[in-house]
């Protein structure tokens, strides 16, 4: 169960909005291939804390993987958050800051596709990206979306709207703000999303903003595979403990013997190995020897498959799974609604098997 940190250098920062920042990193030599990553993903960033040493926490990479610029994250402060708080009161050019690698699936199966981007607030950070990228490398038309409070609040207000001027036939870029237009209604929205109904749809923002938008889109009877959902939460463990640390929680969950209701969490599991087919970065990997008392996550990993993750707690969506057969149960879920799971949305960290094949997707 080997997770590897990395310290990286802050090489710029820049305020966005009074109470958002862009936070680029450089990437240490001999790294550059585990930093590689898809428009989309974010960073788990470790914040010091006096109270529990660290802080973990996710943040979108706002930057494009083809433009060969810095790495970079954008943070808007939080009510009584902290780590949002300590990131933009406290880093400067020349300072440290210790990440995890990119991750997360809340990205285009492909760049050419037509994509309908929602954005709320500072879940514009990973819109940006795919933006940005789609834009340099892709072929298709984007539609972006972003509400916000009031025009102080719209980050890259400048980017969008260079970007839409130099891609006048394939960029446009719709503002809503509640000052001026009131908080969007599910009426509002759908008469906006059904003129792109054929398009990849990408949501992300405040948990009422991209309910209500999922909400709408299925009502359209947009496909679930053209519709996704960015989620994640303040992370309560801490991913950047050492191997040691993860092989206890890893005996902890394997040895579990009661769930919350005292039942024994293992008494659906089927009797022998299980047969899984999984498909990953379009590629399929078959196995029939999946013990039903080890998670996805760590029998992929015991097999020599990359396997999506960051938290390996069920507090992210990062190693999120869809079914495609047979089923599973999850050993703890802070992140996925009835909605995902009625969708078959599962948490490949936390899945063990409850039937004796399974076939899932990471797509």
């Known amino acids: 169960m080997d997770i590897e940190s990395f310290v990286l250098d802050v090489v710029g920062v820049v305020e966005e909005t009074a109470d958002a920042k862009s936070i680029s990193f450089s990437v240490p030599a001999g790294a550059e291939e585990k930093f590689a990553y898809k428009p989309g993903q974010f960073l788990t960033v470790a914040v ?21 610029g810095p790495l970079t994250v ?14 933009c009161d406290n880093l400067s050019v020349g300072d440290t800051l210790r990440v995890l690698p990119p991750s997360g699936i809340f990205t285009p199966a492909s760049i050419d596709s037509d994509l309908l981007l929602f954005g709320g607030g500072s879940g514009v950070t990973p819109v940006m990206s795919i933006t ?5 490398e892709g072929t298709g038309k984007i539609v972006v979306f972003y509400a916000n409070r009031d025009e102080k609040s719209v980050i890259f207000a400048e980017e969008f709207t260079r970007l839409a001027a130099e891609n006048p036939e394939r960029l446009q870029v719709i503002h809503w703000l509640e000052s001026v237009q009131g908080l969007p209604t599910p009426e509002q929205m759908k008469a906006f999303a059904s003129q792109y109904l054929s ?14 938008v999922t909400l709408v889109l299925r009502e359209l009877e947009v496909p679930r595979e053209r519709r996704h959902q960015e989620k994640f939460v303040s992370l309560g463990g801490n991913p950047f403990g050492d191997l040691e640390e993860f092989q206890v929680a890893e005996k902890e ?16 599991a089927p009797a022998g190995p299980v047969k899984v087919e999984v498909e990953l970065d379009g590629e399929e990997f078959t196995f029939d020897d999946w013990n039903p008392r080890t998670t996805l996550l760590d029998f992929l ?23 495609l057969e047979g089923d599973v149960r999850m050993l703890h879920n802070d992140v996925l609604d009835k909605d995902d799971l009625d969708d078959g949305i599962r948490l490949g960290c936390q899945s063990v098997p409850t039937t004796d094949t399974v076939k899932v997707t990471y797509s």
């Open 48 to 68: 010091p804390s006096d109270q529990t040493g660290i802080a973990a926490r996710c943040y979108s990479l706002s930057s494009s993987p083809h433009d060969g």
């Open 301 to 323: 990993e015991s097999k020599g498959v990359k396997a999506p993750y960051s938290c390996r707690e069920g507090e992210c969506s990062a190693c999120a799974i869809r079914l």
């Open 199 to 212: 398009y990849d749809s990408f949501v992300c923002g405040p948990a009422p903003f991209m309910k209500m």
């Open 132 to 136: 940005r990228t789609a834009l340099a």
């Open 74 to 87: 954008t943070v808007k402060r939080t009510v009584e958050g902290y780590a949002s708080n300590w990131i």
């Open 253 to 268: 969950i394997a040895d579990a013997e009661s769930d919350d209701d005292g039942a024994d969490a293992f008494a659906d």
